[in-house]
C-alpha cells in the first residue's frame, strides 16, 4: 500500500453538475460529474461519486491495496452514477468505509446504491464487488472522526435533502457545500456553520445570478445556487479560499472564464474548479496553493 501524503490535498476529478458534458467544448474545465477527494493527515477521503469516481479509481490500480472512506452529499444520480464503474471496489483486499445520511423515505445509502446496480438498470449488481464495503449512516449534525481528522456535517437545502461536510485536520479546514440552494431573504445558517473561516470552501454555484433570477427560465426551487451567492457565504464566513463548483452542464469552457473573471472580480480568492486542479492547504503561499491540470 502506497504511503499517502501527511497534508492536507484536495484532488477534483469531476465538476459537474446534473450529466456529465464531455467534449470539445469542456476540455479545459473538464465534463465530469462530483468527485473530491482529499488526501488529510495519511488519510483518504472521496467526497460523492460522479463519473469522475470512474477516473479516480483508473488511478488507485498503481496503489492497491487501498482503503479510503466515502462520503455522500445525496443520492441523485450526477453524484452516484460514477459508484459501480469504481474498479478498486472490485479487487479483493481493498477496503471502503462508505458515509452517507437515511433519506427522508428511510432508505440508507446501501440501499441507494444497491438499487442503482439492480436489473433493469444494470448488469451485475453491488454483490459482485470483492472489496470489503462497509457502509455507515449518518446522523444529521454528527462528527465521526478518522485518525486525527474530524468530518461534520450539516442538512443543505436541495430537493430530497443532501448534507455538505466539513473537513478540518491540525487547524485547516475544508468545507464540501453541494448541492444547495440559497434562501432569497437570508444566508443559510448551516453553510455558514460549514465553512466558518474555512481556508478552503468548495459551493455549489451552478448558476449565475442571471440565469437563476430569469423571468422566462427561472431555476428558482431547482435546488442550485450562484457564483454570487457564493461570494457572499465566502465574505460572511471569512473563507480564506473559494471554489466555484457544481458548473451547468451547459456552461463551456469561455462561460467558465467569464464566470472565474468575474468571481475574482467580486472577491479575490476564488477559484474555478477544473478536473485535475490540486489544492495544498500547506502550500507556503498563495502563489503555489492551486495546482491547475
Not at 477534483?12 to 482529499?38: D, H, L
Not at 430569469?214 to 451567492?229: C, N, P, R
Request: proline letters at 4%; a negative charge.
Amino acid at each position: 500500500m502506497a504511503a499517502l501524503n501527511q497534508g492536507f490535498l484536495i484532488k477534483f476529478w469531476g465538476v459537474r453538475g446534473s450529466i456529465a458534458c464531455p467534449g470539445s467544448s469542456t476540455v479545459r474545465y473538464g465534463g465530469n460529474t462530483s468527485c473530491v477527494e482529499m488526501l488529510v493527515g495519511g488519510q483518504r477521503l472521496i467526497f460523492d461519486g460522479g463519473t469522475g469516481l470512474r477516473e479516480l479509481g483508473v488511478s488507485l490500480l498503481a496503489e492497491m491495496p487501498l482503503e479510503a472512506s466515502l462520503f455522500f452529499t445525496h443520492s441523485h444520480w450526477d453524484h452516484i452514477q460514477g459508484f459501480p464503474f469504481f474498479i478498486p471496489a472490485f479487487v479483493k483486499g481493498n477496503r471502503f468505509n462508505i458515509y452517507g445520511a437515511i433519506a427522508p423515505n428511510g432508505s440508507t445509502i446501501e440501499q441507494r446504491l444497491n438499487d442503482q446496480m439492480l436489473h433493469p438498470n444494470f448488469p451485475v449488481p453491488l454483490q459482485v464487488m470483492g472489496a470489503d464495503l462497509k457502509f455507515c449512516d449518518l446522523e444529521i449534525g454528527e462528527t465521526i472522526t478518522i485518525g486525527d481528522i474530524s468530518v461534520e456535517n450539516a442538512l443543505l437545502n436541495h430537493p430530497g435533502e443532501a448534507i455538505g461536510y466539513r473537513v478540518t485536520y491540525q487547524g485547516k479546514a475544508a468545507a464540501y457545500i453541494t448541492d444547495t440552494e440559497h434562501f432569497p431573504d437570508r444566508l443559510d445558517e448551516n453553510v455558514l456553520w460549514l465553512a466558518r473561516q474555512a481556508d478552503v470552501m468548495i459551493y455549489d454555484a451552478t448558476y449565475t445570478d442571471a440565469e437563476y433570477y430569469d423571468a422566462k427560465a427561472s431555476k428558482v426551487g431547482w435546488g442550485h445556487s450562484t457564483w454570487q451567492e457564493a461570494v457572499k457565504i465566502a465574505q460572511a464566513a471569512e473563507v480564506k479560499t473559494l471554489v466555484i463548483f457544481h458548473h451547468d452542464p451547459s456552461h463551456n469552457d469561455h462561460f467558465m472564464d467569464q464566470v472565474a473573471a468575474d468571481s475574482r472580480a467580486a472577491f479575490a480568492p476564488s477559484v474555478v474548479a477544473q478536473e485535475g486542479m490540486v489544492l495544498d492547504l500547506r502550500a507556503a503561499s498563495q502563489s503555489t496553493f492551486v495546482h491547475r491540470p
